[in-house]
Nanobody, 127 residues
Framework: QVQLMESGGGSVQAGGSLRLSCTVS????????LGWFRQAPGQEHEGIAL???????SYTDSVKGRFTISQGNGKNIVLLQMNSLKPEDTAMYYC?????????????????????WGQGTQVTVSS
C-alpha cells in the first residue's frame, strides 16, 4: 500500500515563496512518476509539474521558471519549490504517483494517470 502526504502549504504575500513536500510511504519499486496538481475553488484539477525516476522534470507554462520539482533526501520525498508566487497560484495542492511511468506530458496529464493521491495542502497567496 502506497500513501502520500503533502506538507508545507500556507499563506504568503505575492512575490513570496513556499516549499511543498510530498512524502511517499510504501513500496515505490524501481520506477515511478510523481506529479503535482492544484485545484482552485470552482475549477478542475490542473497538472503543474512532473518528475520521474531518473529525475526528468517538466512544468506547465503557468509555473515554468517559478516552480521547481525535485527529489529530496531519500527516494520517498519530492519537493516543489514555489517562488515568485502570485494570487492566481492560490489553490489546494496535491501530489500523486504512478508506480510505473509518466503516461503523458504535464500539459495533458490527467487525474486518472495516477493511482495514489495525498490529501492536499492549501496555498493562499494574497496581493
Amino acid at each position: 500500500q502506497v500513501q502520500l502526504m503533502e506538507s508545507g502549504g500556507g499563506s504568503v504575500q505575492a512575490g513570496g515563496s513556499l516549499r511543498l513536500s510530498c512524502t511517499v510511504s510504501g513500496n515505490m519499486y524501481s520506477g515511478y512518476c510523481l506529479g503535482w496538481f492544484r485545484q482552485a475553488p470552482g475549477q478542475e484539477h490542473e497538472g503543474i509539474a512532473l518528475i520521474d525516476t531518473i529525475g526528468i522534470t517538466s512544468y506547465t507554462d503557468s509555473v515554468k521558471g517559478r516552480f521547481t520539482i525535485s527529489q529530496g533526501n531519500g527516494k520517498n520525498i519530492v519537493l516543489l519549490q514555489m517562488n515568485s508566487l502570485k494570487p492566481e497560484d492560490t489553490a489546494m495542492y496535491y501530489c500523486a504517483v504512478n508506480l510505473l511511468f509518466c503516461v503523458r506530458p504535464v500539459a495533458t496529464m490527467r487525474r486518472g494517470d495516477f493511482g495514489y493521491w495525498g490529501q492536499g495542502t492549501q496555498v493562499t497567496v494574497s496581493s
